[in-house]
């Protein structure tokens, strides 16, 4: 069985930091390229970041360039997200997301908010 789980997410002030985990199990996680998705109310689902399978390149939204960090740990079948300087406009539901030809898998999804 196929599972995405995601933690994290919180309640913070502009300004603060936030790391989002993705553990992962039931497939070959090394062999998927991970990215983390988002989705603020009203609004499309935008991808933030991905991540090859062995780690060797990465992909970001402009709007995070410089301020988030994916990586990932492939001995413990899990993605990060490091977020840094976060903005109100970053407040969204974070969605982990395994991509491998046409296998596709998804998290559940975990609440940012930021907030003064």
């Known amino acids: 069985q196929v599972r995405l789980v995601e933690s994290g997410g919180g309640s913070l002030q502009p300004a603060g930091s936030l790391r989002l985990s993705c553990v992962a199990s039931g497939f070959t996680f090394g062999t998927y390229t991970m990215r983390w998705y988002r989705q603020a109310t009203g609004k499309e689902r935008e991808l933030v970041a991905g991540i090859t399978g062995a780690g060797e390149s990465t992909n970001y939204a402009d709007s995070v360039k410089g301020r988030f960090i994916i990586s990932r740990d492939n001995g413990k079948n899990t993605v990060y997200l490091q977020m840094d300087s976060l903005k109100p406009e970053d407040t969204a539901v974070y969605y982990c997301?395994?991509?491998?030809?046409?296998?596709?898998?998804w998290g559940q999804g975990t609440q940012v908010t930021v907030s003064s």
């Open positions: 997301n395994a991509f491998r030809r046409r296998f596709e898998y």
